[in-house]
Each structure stands twice: as structure tokens, then as C-alpha cells.
């Protein structure tokens, strides 16, 4: 495998990876096809619920990496205390709501302040740690892709809070849905082709 080819997968897998979207997302569009069928707000939490530690078990079982499985376990349970505390099944979206607005706000205050975030995560797993700082190019480069995903989470947010406050779950579960995969890979090949093109790595040496 080339260089350029493991250092793709490694930045892959550091933005969730294939299996990390499944597991984050799949439950929610069984949380909201479930309403849909049943009306019952709780047995589509529980459908949304047991999807994701049926995930999880099995991520376990066949020993691959279960770290995206239980951030989505956890993000479920937190979407179903919001959901089943106020009996409104559009409040099962409004974490992620949240979510989308605070690593909006995080990316773009470590922008501002010359530590991108996609710096300090892929630093270490592409073997130059945090030496980019010192490499005006390489901060530049993951500056650049860390804008992307400002772009991204701000979007979202931008687009389906109106619709959360209209109140019309099927709508903001469908928004969410396209606007979850599709946006996510754009947004991860977006910031590939961005490292790609950029300096090359200096790595690490003891």
C-alpha cells in the first residue's frame, strides 16, 4: 500500500471511517421510521436504542474498533432523554442540533486561534505530532481543511433549526439524514484532497 493510500485511510478513520457512520446514523433513521409506522415515541426509542448496542456487541465481537459504536450508543441515549423528557419525538434531533453548533464553534475559535483542530487530531496519527505549528505550509494546510468542517457543522445547524422550530419531525429527520452522509463524505474528501495537495509530513524521529 502506498504512502498517500495508508495516510488516507488513517485520516478516514480519524473522521469516523464507514463504520463510524453507520453506527451514528442508522439509529436515528430507524428512530424516525419507526414513529412514522407505530406513532409511539418509545418504542421508537427503544427500536433507535437497540439498533446501536446491537452495533456496539457486535463491533465487540468481531474485535474491530468500538470507539465510534459506543459515542453512538451514548449519542442515542442522550437523543432519547431529550425526546422522552419533553414527550416530543422532534426533540430526539435536538442534541445533535447542539452537537453540529458546538464543533461549529470549537473548529472555528481553534482557527482563529492557529491550533485547528484537524491539526492536533491527525498530527500524531500521520507521525508529526504537533511540529506542523512550526511549519508555517503544514498550519496553513490543516487551517485551511479545518475551515471545511466550520462550514459543514455550521450548515447544518443553519438549515434545520428552522425546521426544529416549525416542529415537523418527518421533515427535520429526512433533512438530517441527507444532510448527515452525503455532507459528511463531501466534507471528508474535501479535507483529503486538501491534505493531499499539501507539504509533506516531517515526521517525528526519536
Not at 442522550?78 to 461549529?104: E, M, Q, T
Request: aromatic share 12%.
Amino acid at each position: 500500500m502506498s504512502q498517500h493510500n495508508e495516510d488516507r485511510d488513517k485520516v478516514v478513520n480519524a473522521l469516523g471511517g464507514k463504520k463510524g457512520l453507520i453506527d451514528s446514523g442508522v439509529p436515528a433513521v430507524v428512530f424516525l421510521i419507526v414513529f412514522n409506522l407505530t406513532k409511539e415515541l418509545n418504542t421508537a426509542i427503544w427500536a433507535a436504542l437497540s439498533l446501536s448496542m446491537t452495533l456496539a456487541i457486535i463491533r465487540l465481537i468481531m474485535k474491530d474498533t468500538i470507539q465510534h459504536s459506543v459515542s453512538g450508543v451514548i449519542g442515542v441515549l442522550i437523543c432519547a432523554y431529550f425526546a422522552n423528557r419533553s414527550g416530543n419525538a422532534i426533540d430526539f434531533y435536538w442534541p445533535k442540533l447542539l452537537v453540529n453548533l458546538g464543533y461549529g464553534t470549537a473548529y472555528l475559535i481553534a482557527n482563529l486561534v492557529g491550533w485547528p483542530i484537524l491539526g492536533l487530531v491527525l498530527g500524531p496519527l500521520l507521525g508529526e505530532n504537533v511540529t506542523w505549528r512550526n511549519n508555517p505550509a503544514r498550519k496553513k494546510m490543516y487551517i485551511k481543511a479545518s475551515w471545511i468542517w466550520v462550514a459543514m457543522f455550521f450548515t447544518r445547524f443553519a438549515v434545520q433549526f428552522p425546521i426544529y422550530l416549525s416542529k415537523d419531525v418527518n421533515l427535520l429527520g429526512t433533512v438530517n439524514l441527507a444532510m448527515g452522509y452525503p455532507l459528511f463524505i463531501a466534507t471528508a474528501y474535501a479535507t483529503w484532497l486538501v491534505i493531499k495537495a499539501g507539504p509533506p509530513v516531517q515526521k517525528v524521529t526519536d
